[in-house]
């Protein structure tokens, strides 16, 4: 069979309320804004027009199908098949990173990044009432790396429940190698914080080094990862995002999956609610029963709440 062929020399003219190109004066190019500038997969067209043509779009249920597709587009492009049961639906990566802060900790809370840092990280997490720590990177000989002394030290802080992470990197432009990835996973696991690992930049890889996604690292320290993974940024998918509600972010969780949904059939995402986490700690320290709350069956770190609620 012969390969297809696409077609990366003639660029769609971008018109009405562009971000990217609008305002711009002659001459300028927009370098600041991730989004690719090809036309869209005629695969994807296609698509989308049998699906307009149906002329309703309430809500759906996300098929059985997705998943599978997603595990086999990680394990095809990055060597690294998640299972199906790990992974839930979401409307983005930042919406995602959102609601995982809400439900995870607390107004007050310190969740740490790296500096320097994609600036929605930021807005996430104080628009949420969390307080922002940075362990910054090291910048010597054109390279950034990490403080791995100041990584530990703020980690170890009783008040940082969470850490962001970015790989590939955004703004430096850096695919962490696996044993970075480990490292800092392990880190996180020791320090019992939770690592939500923003992927979504991992498709553009174009060394021969690919990206180690986090729901890859050892199992002790997989109950401390959330990565998260979306097609928006290379295929032009963005977009289409603004349409009939079609994003496309997924959230692997490994040890959190029944955390983030309801488990009976997997095509609908319920997340819990804020009235639940209560009970969520009382079960994590054994005040209640952690194999049943209020219908569904909450999998969580054994000692997740343990040492972040002793105050």
């Given at each position: 069979m012969?390969?297809?062929?696409?077609?990366f020399?003639?660029?769609p003219?971008?018109?009405g309320?562009?971000?990217?190109?609008?305002?711009?004066?002659?001459?300028e190019?927009?370098?600041?804004?991730?989004e690719m500038?090809?036309?869209?997969?005629?695969e994807?067209?296609?698509?989308?027009?049998?699906k307009?043509?149906?002329?309703?779009f309430?809500?759906?249920?996300?098929p059985?199908e997705?998943y599978k597709?997603v595990a086999?587009?990680e394990?095809?492009?990055?060597r690294?098949r998640?299972?199906?049961?790990?992974?839930?639906?979401?409307?983005?990566v930042?919406?995602a990173?959102?609601?995982?802060?809400?439900?995870?900790t607390?107004?007050?809370?310190?969740i740490?990044v790296?500096?320097?840092?994609y600036?929605m990280?930021?807005?996430?997490?104080e628009?949420n009432?969390?307080?922002?720590?940075?362990s910054d990177?090291?910048y010597e000989?054109s390279?950034?790396?990490?403080?791995?002394?100041?990584?530990?030290?703020?980690?170890a802080?009783?008040?940082?429940r969470?850490?962001?992470?970015?790989n590939?990197y955004?703004?430096?432009?850096?695919?962490?190698?696996?044993?970075?990835v480990?490292r800092?996973?392990?880190?996180?696991?020791?320090?019992?914080?939770?690592?939500?690992?923003?992927?979504?930049?991992?498709d553009l890889?174009?060394?021969?080094?690919?990206i180690t996604p986090?729901?890859t690292?050892?199992w002790?320290a997989?109950?401390?990862v959330?990565?998260?993974?979306?097609?928006?940024?290379?295929?032009?998918?963005?977009?289409c995002t603004?349409?009939?509600?079609?994003s496309?972010?997924r959230?692997c969780a490994p040890?959190?999956?029944?955390?983030?949904?309801?488990?009976?059939s997997?095509?609908?995402?319920?997340?819990l609610?804020?009235q639940l986490?209560?009970?969520?700690k009382?079960?994590?320290?054994?005040s209640v029963s952690?194999?049943?709350?209020?219908?569904?069956?909450?999998l969580?770190?054994g000692n997740?709440?343990?040492?972040?609620?002793?105050?």
């Amino acid at each position: 069979m012969a390969e297809k062929q696409y077609d990366f020399t003639h660029v769609p003219k971008r018109q009405g309320n562009s971000i990217k190109w609008g305002g711009l004066k002659e001459k300028e190019l927009p370098m600041w804004i991730a989004e690719m500038d090809f036309k869209i997969a005629p695969e994807i067209m296609t698509s989308m027009e049998e699906k307009l043509k149906v002329a309703a779009f309430g809500y759906e249920s996300v098929p059985a199908e997705y998943y599978k597709a997603v595990a086999d587009w990680e394990e095809i492009e990055h060597r690294a098949r998640p299972k199906e049961d790990w992974c839930v639906f979401a409307s983005g990566v930042v919406p995602a990173i959102s609601a995982v802060v809400r439900q995870f900790t607390s107004p007050g809370d310190q969740i740490l990044v790296q500096e320097p840092v994609y600036n929605m990280f930021y807005s996430v997490i104080e628009g949420n009432g969390r307080r922002v720590i940075s362990s910054d990177l090291i910048y010597e000989n054109s390279k950034y790396s990490v403080n791995w002394a100041d990584l530990e030290e703020k980690l170890a802080t009783l008040s940082v429940r969470m850490m962001v992470f970015c790989n590939p990197y955004n703004p430096i432009g850096y695919a962490w190698s696996e044993e970075e990835v480990k490292r800092i996973a392990k880190l996180c696991a020791k320090h019992q914080v939770l690592l939500i690992s923003d992927e979504i930049h991992g498709d553009l890889v174009l060394t021969d080094e690919d990206i180690t996604p986090a729901f890859t690292v050892d199992w002790d320290a997989k109950n401390w990862v959330v990565s998260l993974i979306s097609p928006s940024k290379p295929s032009t998918w963005r977009r289409c995002t603004r349409l009939a509600r079609l994003s496309l972010t997924r959230i692997c969780a490994p040890g959190l999956r029944r955390a983030f949904s309801w488990p009976a059939s997997g095509s609908q995402t319920c997340w819990l609610s804020r009235q639940l986490l209560p009970l969520m700690k009382k079960a994590m320290t054994g005040s209640v029963s952690s194999s049943k709350c209020c219908g569904t069956t909450l999998l969580m770190p054994g000692n997740f709440w343990q040492k972040k609620c002793r105050k």
